[in-house]
């Protein structure tokens, strides 16, 4: 057997100290030679373990370790492992340890996108690294189990309700509201961070009070972690939780701060103030408002195959406005797309070349003559547009973040930037010399003049970059280059940019109608949603492609076509609703009329009011018998 193997420190003081207290075992899923080579390096002297050694092919089921295999009753035996997983069945007797990762191998079989304490050149303390942690707490669960003041029984005691009591203890006077932490739509409750949580004796919510002691979030800048902030209680990484389960005690709060990102900074600004925590080698920025049913996967792997520095995901660009907003003028009905981005293109469809955004829509596109003579062609498009998702190689990003400090915007500064400088990359990540000296190519001597057959012989098709970079007759690259790809999402996914009260509309009547995939519902025969707590009043109709919220309820003879209207909303009698978006907590009275327009949550509309392509801010009130026509309606801020 070849194996470099690293004991961790304390290992021996542990053993010793332990084994005055258990009975020890080495269980490991390897097979039975590295098990016994393991005992020999742990204890040579076979004090600790003797013959006491299970290996895989002791166990009595695939890919699962049992206790039906070591002598002793499941209510007296405590296990130690870095795998939960392992342990289906016997969960309550486990403790679970932090995996020691000192190879930098070890961080890649598991997955952490780390440096090993190899790589940085240090190691565990002793007196506090993991080893001297559990053997507290094993102490004190022995210490408990064998509590004299309990008597000499011990049939009826179970190590196990004990392991429970000294975890409760971790977090007992904690309560925690989570923020942005679980995905949509998933039941708090069952999410392993709640669970773990609540086991380690916290008290989980999900709604704020003045009793809540923590918010575990991982922004800052979410309602609640503000609110956190305000009312001076802690706000915490998720992490807080995760180390005071694996250390057995509260973590201090302040080493596991919540990233804030300054107001005002842009989205490169918001990147350089949470750089510290990036540590994989790409990572993927996806803009809030995207609406999409594009993987996310799908764009992180075109961008890993062509090694780029960059790749940004492109979609249609999406048509707008109101396909029935009840305008007289015939082309209120129509939706038409608009143009967002002018794109260049590579006749492979494969790498940017070119890309306008904003005002430089309207200027003369220039071109450089570097990037066409090296691509030979290049394809202009205005029905894409820039969709918000990119990935980074994050050592390039991190790079331009760090010396183009006047760079504020993703889209409208980094990008642009990446895909101009392509050809002249000044990026010192790449590794070939700079392009030009005087005017002329410099050869790098000594080179092997035959890497363009090299390259030539990896694939059939090059990319421009790698031609463009080599030296005369194919010899080692004399340019530095780096690779702007792009990945065009099909015809047939849904992207769409929630970044204004138009596309706020646009978007949810198409998720009630061509996208409904999106919405997580299930459409009855009449192809709406009607949430079943929802109630109609006589003669009101509910047409195709709309959604009614859960307890709202509508008076008699309504209709609503095309149209949300959101949960716990009170709709008075001969109401219309066209074209429209009712949020949460909408009062509507008797006789109103409304097209083309957001209603945002707790506005009230008094009786007869007429609205047509208006917003309604949150709390507003619209007085009888008002008639508006694309305005604005908000309370005035004092």
């Not at 389960?245 to 709060?253: A, L, S, T, V």
């Not at 390039?396 to 990008?415: I, R």
């Not at 999106?518 to 009043?537: C, R, V």
Request: with cysteine; charged share 25%.
């Amino acid at each position: 057997m070849h194996m470099l193997t690293k004991l961790r420190p304390y290992v021996h003081t542990f053993l010793k100290e332990a084994s005055k207290m258990f009975e020890m075992y080495i269980y490991t899923m390897g097979e039975r030679s590295y098990a016994l080579e393991m005992a020999k390096l742990l204890d040579p002297e076979r004090v600790y373990f003797s013959s006491r050694v299970i290996s895989q092919a002791d166990c009595t089921q695939r890919h699962q370790k049992g206790l039906d295999v070591v002598l002793g009753q499941e209510s007296a035996v405590l296990i130690l492992d870095d795998t939960e997983s392992v342990w289906q069945k016997h969960k309550d007797n486990l403790i679970l340890m932090e995996r020691y990762h000192f190879f930098a191998s070890s961080c890649r079989q598991f997955g952490f996108n780390c440096k090993s304490l190899s790589e940085l050149k240090s190691d565990e303390s002793e007196p506090d690294g993991a080893l001297a942690t559990v053997l507290k707490v094993l102490q004190r669960i022995h210490s408990m189990f064998f509590d004299p003041e309990l008597g000499d029984d011990f049939s009826g005691r179970d190590v196990r309700q004990v392991v429970k009591r000294v975890r409760k203890d971790v977090l007992k006077g904690c309560k925690i509201v989570f923020s942005r932490v679980f995905p949509t739509r998933f039941q708090a409750e069952n999410h392993h961070l709640w669970r773990m949580a609540e086991q380690l004796g916290a008290t989980c919510a999900t709604e704020l009070d003045p009793s809540v002691t923590h918010v575990v979030s991982t922004d800052a800048g979410t309602e609640k972690s503000r609110w956190a902030l305000q009312e001076k209680k802690f706000l915490v990484h998720p992490g807080w939780i995760e180390a005071a389960n694996y250390f057995w005690q509260k973590q201090p709060e302040e080493n596991f701060p919540v990233a804030a990102v300054p107001e005002d900074v842009g989205t490169a600004g918001a990147l350089r103030a949470i750089a510290h925590h990036l540590t994989a080698n790409d990572i993927l920025v996806v803009s809030g408002d995207l609406v999409c049913d594009v993987s996310p996967g799908a764009v992180a792997a075109a961008h890993r195959r062509h090694g780029a520095a960059v790749t940004a995901m492109l979609c249609s660009v999406p048509v707008s406005g109101p396909l029935e907003s009840g305008s007289s003028s015939g082309k209120d009905k129509t939706k038409k797309p608009g143009c967002c981005n002018i794109i260049g293109l590579d006749p492979t469809k494969q790498f940017l070349l070119y890309i306008a955004t904003g005002p430089e829509i309207e200027r003369d596109i220039r071109v450089q003559k570097s990037i066409l003579r090296a691509v030979g062609q290049m394809e202009i498009r205005a029905d894409l547009m820039d969709a918000h998702l990119y990935a980074f190689k994050r050592a390039v990003l991190q790079e331009v973040l760090d010396q183009k400090d006047a760079f504020q915007s993703l889209q409208q500064d980094v990008l642009p930037y990446l895909v101009r400088s392509q050809l002249r990359s000044e990026l010192s990540l790449n590794g070939a010399p700079h392009t030009e000296e005087n005017g002329h190519d410099k050869v790098v001597p000594g080179i092997n003049q035959v890497m363009l057959s090299q390259l030539l012989a990896k694939t059939s098709t090059p990319s421009f970059h790698e031609l463009y970079a080599m030296g005369p007759n194919g010899s080692a690259p004399v340019r530095r280059t780096h690779k702007c790809c792009v990945y065009i999402a099909s015809q047939d996914k849904y992207c769409a940019r929630l970044n204004s009260i138009q596309a706020f509309s646009d978007i949810n009547r198409d998720v009630i109608g061509e996208a409904s995939h999106l919405s997580g519902y299930s459409f009855s025969a009449q192809n709406n949603i009607i949430h079943p707590s929802a109630e109609l009043g006589s003669k009101t109709t509910v047409g195709q492609n709309c959604m009614l919220g859960e307890g709202s309820q509508l008076g008699d003879k309504c209709s609503v076509k095309r149209s949300v209207i959101g949960r716990h909303c009170r709709i008075g009698s001969n109401v219309k609703v066209v074209n429209s978006v009712v949020m949460n907590h909408v009062t509507i009275s008797d006789g109103c009329s409304i097209q083309g327009s957001v209603i945002c949550s707790n506005a009230q509309l008094q009786e007869r009011v007429v609205l047509k392509d208006c917003q309604v801010g949150a709390g507003f009130v619209v007085t009888s018998g008002s008639e508006y026509k694309g305005e604005f309606l908000a309370k005035k801020e004092r």
